[in-house]
């Protein structure tokens, strides 16, 4: 299931609260300030605004064709907005060529330079600056220390495997100790185990060095693993902006809610309020009332997105159910280790999911295919969306 | 085991085509220049002795292989006219080569930066002189540099000079002819060179700070390396060994070896001395494309 890591799990003993984005008297480090970027007709970002602040580590998540590797290829400078600013620590990048910008960037595909070895390819960005050779030699093997690549420095390209390329890449955009590192889906290309492993390297790095990470990615695990704010962006506009668990607790809309994990999102009708909530209804068999502080008028049309981990799977009704409970029959179960997935089909059609935790290894009476299950939630588990 | 036999068998004969073929159309027959090179003039019929006789057995072969000398070899090279003319080869075929890299590295690299949907036409205009023949392009270039020619109309009629320039009959035609026919030659590798390289590469050396010229002669200048060195070698090779535009376009004194091999064959019926000639233009051919096989088995192994 999702890991959402917040700071108070972070490693090295990082500062439990990091929200510089709560404090009015801080002012961001980039400042995109009504980006648009049309390519012929396509409108790549729509009047895009957003403030990344210091220190940050900020991903933009959405599916490919949404404009997020657009808007950072914006800020590295290979795409000049067509309307709009985008503001560097109080200096406007626009026209500012990409060789003379304060960021670097992890391409996806690393983009090594195959003539070169891993020391020349780190050095590149240094040399350019003109920096002593002593220094550079330094700057280098303390790169490649923290990356952990020691030894591998007359290595080509060619010659490494591919965690070891995204190290250098990684490497590489680090040595000049940029204002902001951008991260173009930078583990893409690792297999699964690799990746979970580079993601929490990612943030002890991130940490370690102080510095402001911009992460591009599809993945929204790796997106809620590894930063602090997320921006999830649909048809080149920010849908949703907030921390990992804000993304996944309070999704804003139904197009959030369904993007981030998993979800099973129920139309209905508001019917009215009480102190516990409103009512709802719908067409599934049961009354239905969720908690919120939403303003929803009566007859307001809603969804209500339930995750699959807060919807209680039981043999028998459960003895206080009166509303958030239906029954069906067990059409699928994915047992994924340390949940099962149990996907439940009502008699209006519906397929319900609902996860269990699979806290024992042998379950006395185990749910299986085409038992009939009864499905309940709290109305706190609910979200209603009106969007 | 058997089918694994049959196929390792398959795998020989596959192997052994492209031998075959270099044995029948160039070992072979670079065995009998080579022979003859080692032989004496004679007026008969072959113009050369010794004919080697199987019908004696071992002795005749013995007999055979005793008359062969390289006196013909001490010849060639004590005599400067050769030496001048591979000299004069060598310089001509060297410079034409330089002037190739020089014109066709910007055609190339422009035809790698135009955008997608040109590209084929522009590796169409640069394939397109090839569908006209070689000889016939030679001849027009003769009509274009004769002084009654249509340069020396333009540059007459323009008053740039008022004389008209002598252009063909000089070395400088010979190089402008080997420049204009061997231009293909040259652009078509580099291109390719150009073509495969990632873009993101000169992304990355930009965001790393490089100006794009920096990025140029740091990125994309070694990256295309191979093409250029491939593209010499093919432009190179042939030019020393040049026949047919040094006889057209040279003067009297444009002593390229191909003319004096061709003189030696066909005027002076001395076909030991073209075969010398020959010998000798071949081993100094091969040092280069050694070297060509050295680079371009390093590329394969950076490109790997």
């Known amino acids: 299931m999702n890991v959402a890591l917040d700071r108070e799990m972070r490693p090295n003993g990082a500062p439990r609260e990091f929200a510089p984005w709560k404090d009015p008297s801080l002012s961001p480090l980039i400042h995109f300030e009504g980006v648009t970027k049309r390519f012929g007709d396509v409108t790549a970002i729509a009047d895009l605004s957003l403030a990344i602040y210091e220190r940050e580590f900020f991903a933009l998540l959405g599916p490919s064709g949404c404009g997020k590797t657009t808007l950072m290829r914006v800020l590295a400078g290979f795409e000049t907005p067509t309307e709009g600013r985008v503001v560097l620590a109080g200096e406007d990048l626009v026209g500012v060529p990409p060789y003379r910008r304060p960021v670097n960037m992890m391409f996806q595909s690393y983009a090594l330079f195959p003539h070169m070895s891993v020391f020349d390819n780190v050095a590149f960005g240094l ?45 590489r955009a680090l040595a000049k100790r940029p204002k902001v590192l951008l991260l173009d889906e930078p583990l893409a290309a690792l297999d699964k185990k690799l990746r979970e492993q580079t993601q929490f390297e990612l943030m002890e790095l991130q940490v370690k060095l102080g510095m402001t990470f911009m992460i591009v990615t599809h993945d929204q695990e790796e997106a809620m693993s590894v930063a602090d704010r997320i921006a999830v962006m649909d048809h080149g506009r920010i849908v949703q902006m907030g921390t990992p668990t804000e993304i996944y607790e309070q999704p804003a809309t139904r197009y959030v809610a369904d993007f981030i994990g998993d979800v099973n999102l129920i139309e209905a009708k508001v019917t009215g309020r009480d102190e516990k909530g409103v009512l709802l209804q719908s067409d599934m068999p049961t009354p239905l009332r969720a908690a919120t502080e939403a303003d929803v008028a009566a007859g307001a049309a809603v969804a209500i997105a339930l995750r ?29 280790g340390d949940f099962s997935i149990y996907r439940v089909t009502l008699e209006n059609g519906f ?3 609902a996860a269990r935790p699979n806290v024992t290894r042998v379950t006395d009476q185990p749910i299986t295919w085409d038992d009939k299950v009864f499905l309940s939630w709290t109305p706190e588990a609910g979200v209603v969306l009106t969007r | 085991m058997a089918s694994n036999e049959r196929g390792l068998g398959g795998r020989a004969l596959i192997v052994l085509v492209p031998y075959l073929w270099l044995a029948s159309f160039f070992l072979i027959p670079f065995l009998i220049v080579l022979k003859i090179s080692l032989s004496d003039d004679v007026l008969a019929q072959p113009p050369y002795a010794p004919v080697l006789d199987l019908s004696k057995g071992w002795e005749g072969i013995r007999e055979f292989v005793a008359v062969l000398d390289l006196e013909n070899y001490a010849f060639v090279l004590g005599d400067p006219l050769y030496l001048y003319s ?49 000889l016939i392009r030679v001849y027009a270039w003769m009509g274009i540099l004769a002084r009654e020619g249509l340069l020396n109309q333009v540059l007459v009629g323009l008053g740039i000079v008022s004389e008209p320039v002598e252009i063909l009959a000089t070395n400088s035609a010979v190089v402008l002819g080997i420049v204009y026919s061997y231009l293909p030659f040259m652009v078509l590798p580099l291109y390719a060179a150009l073509d495969r390289l990632d873009d993101s590469l000169l992304e990355a050396a930009a965001d790393l700070g490089a100006s794009p010229w920096k990025s140029f002669w740091l990125v994309t200048f070694p990256l295309s390396l191979p093409g250029l060195v491939a593209g010499a070698l093919l432009c190179f090779i042939p030019a020393v060994g040049e026949f047919v535009i040094p006889d057209l376009l040279g003067g009297s004194d444009t002593l390229m070896i191909g003319r004096t091999l061709w003189t030696e064959f066909f005027s002076n019926r001395s076909w030991s001395i073209a075969s010398v000639i020959a010998v000798l233009l071949l081993i100094m051919l091969v040092v280069p494309m050694v070297l060509y096989q050295n680079i371009q088995a390093r590329s394969l192994e950076v490109g790997r």
């Open chain 1, 308 to 336: 699959p981990e807060k919807v209680k799977i039981t043999a028998r009704k459960p003895a206080e159910a009166t509303e958030n409970c239906v029954r069906g029959v067990v059409t699928g179960i994915a047992y994924l």
């Open chain 1, 127 to 171: 040399r350019q600056d003109k920096m002593p050779k002593d220094e550079i030699a330094a700057r280098v093997a303390e790169m490649l220390k923290l990356v952990n690549l020691k030894g591998l420095e007359r290595r080509k390209p060619d010659q490494l495997s591919g965690g070891q390329r995204q190290r250098v890449a990684l490497a």
């Open chain 1, 351 to 353: 397929v319900f999911k």
């Open chain 2, 86 to 134: 591979y000299l004069q080869s060598v310089s001509i075929a060297a410079l034409s080569t330089a002037i190739l890299m020089l014109i066709g590295y910007p055609i190339a690299y422009a035809m790698a930066r135009a955008p997608l949907s040109l590209r084929p036409i522009l590796i169409m205009l640069v394939i397109l002189p090839f569908w006209t023949s070689f």
